[in-house]
């Protein structure tokens, strides 16, 4: 058995033509959808995901303001800046990169973005939505996780689902989207024992920890469908991730490569979130 691949740049593809569709029919009622992207200090990988998501707003026709400051920047001085793009009507959704530097508390920054803003999907209010079913932003990764399930047709209902990760960015919010579709969920993560014996069990698995190799070919059911969510580096200083790809892809029904899986579809989603964000405004006007 060889993996079908869930292609993460044509889904986008697709989805961002839908997202410049709607975009402009905003803008022919007056409104540009607007999205800020704040980043404190030089992180390599920040300024990397920064870019791209600048120019992925471009392409799909929406305002972006890229603000970038140095390293040294105040707590107060950020927190500042996010009441004012709060207030400003030309902006429907804010971005902090992260991580951000070790002076700055990072709940505080998330928590000072607007609910409404929240085009992350990080706030409290978001989290709290989602764990409650209620209408919300979702945080990108885990949606774009879920659209390239959809985009396959794979029904969850009664499936065995293994989330490799804890995190409150993927791994928390990818469980209870799973298990808003009736999957039956497992969490697993650095305390897990025996994480084999889970993952044998899965029907689909999304490895989201950071680490090379944590999903091998002899953890995975045949046929079982992967999506893989890390991002790291072999040895070679290739991009890569969590999953074993070459051992793993003739195992698994479908797989999600790396490059060209989640990753673009994680910015994907955030045009959606900003793009909603924008319609949701304009109705209150």
Do not use: W
């Not at 079908?4 to 410049?20: F, K, T, Y």
């Not at 105040?74 to 991580?99: C, F, K, T, W, Y």
């Not at 002899?218 to 991730?241: F, I, Q, S, T």
């Not at 979130?273 to 209150?284: G, Y």
């Amino acid at each position: 058995m060889t993996a079908q691949l869930i292609d993460g740049n044509a889904l986008s593809r697709e989805l961002r033509a839908q997202v410049a569709q709607r975009s402009t029919a905003l803008k022919e009622r007056g409104v540009t959808p607007g999205l800020a992207v704040i980043q404190v200090g030089e992180n390599p990988a920040s300024q990397v995901y920064v870019r791209n998501k600048v120019k992925a707003c471009a392409d799909a026709g929406l305002h972006s303001v890229l603000e970038h400051y140095p390293a040294d920047l105040s707590e107060a001085a950020l927190l500042e800046r996010i009441a004012a793009l709060n207030a400003d009507a030309s902006i429907h959704g804010i971005l902090v990169q992260l991580p951000v530097p070790a002076h700055i508390d990072a709940q505080k920054v998330i928590a000072a973005i607007a609910p409404a803003k929240d085009v992350d999907g990080f706030h409290v209010v978001s989290a709290g939505a989602l764990m409650t079913g209620m209408p919300g932003f979702l945080p990108c990764t885990p949606y774009g996780c879920m659209k390239m399930l959809e985009s396959i047709g794979y029904e969850l209902r009664g499936k065995h689902a293994v989330v490799i990760g804890r995190s409150n960015i993927v791994g928390k919010p990818m469980a209870l989207l799973l298990l808003q579709k009736n999957a039956t969920v497992t969490v697993c993560h650095s305390a897990t024992r025996d994480l084999k014996a889970f993952t044998l069990q899965a029907d689909v698995i999304v490895a989201a920890v950071g680490k090379r190799n944590v999903l091998t070919a002899d953890m995975v059911k045949p046929g079982a469908v992967v999506l893989d969510v890390g991002m790291n580096r072999n040895d070679e200083g290739k991009l890569c991730g969590d999953v074993d790809f070459a051992g793993v892809k003739d195992v698994a029904g479908f797989i999600t490569p790396v490059p060209g899986g989640v990753g673009p579809m994680t910015i994907t989603m955030l045009l959606v979130n900003t793009l909603e964000a924008a319609e949701r405004a304009a109705s209150l006007k």
